[in-house]
């Protein structure tokens, strides 16, 4: 079992590039209920991706811990849990 859960990152204000610090993650969209399918997405060998529901462009900023994004406030936080 992984010792780390999956970042999960959200784009409620519509940017259009979020810098972030991991290679794999969740893309949810907008927040709940505005979401879409929470898709993994990894990026390889390849330093962006773009989600293929909402068209976030994601890159890889090596700077960057697992909790933090830029511009800041994108990472998805469970209401629920």
């Known amino acids: 079992m992984a ?3 999956t970042p999960h990152f ?6 259009p590039l979020i810098e972030i610090g991991v290679t794999e993650f969740m893309c ?4 709940p209920p505005f979401d879409h399918p929470h898709v993994f ?3 390889g060998d390849d330093a962006e991706k773009v989600c293929p529901y909402c068209s976030t462009l994601y890159r890889l900023n090596r700077s960057l811990a697992a ?3 830029i511009p800041a ?4 936080l469970d209401r629920a849990a």
């Open 28 to 31: 949810v969209g907008a927040n």
């Open 73 to 76: 406030g994108c990472i998805f």
């Open 10 to 15: 959200q784009n409620d204000a519509g940017h």
């Open 41 to 43: 997405l990894d990026l």
């Open 67 to 69: 909790d933090e994004t």
């Open 3 to 5: 010792a780390t859960s």
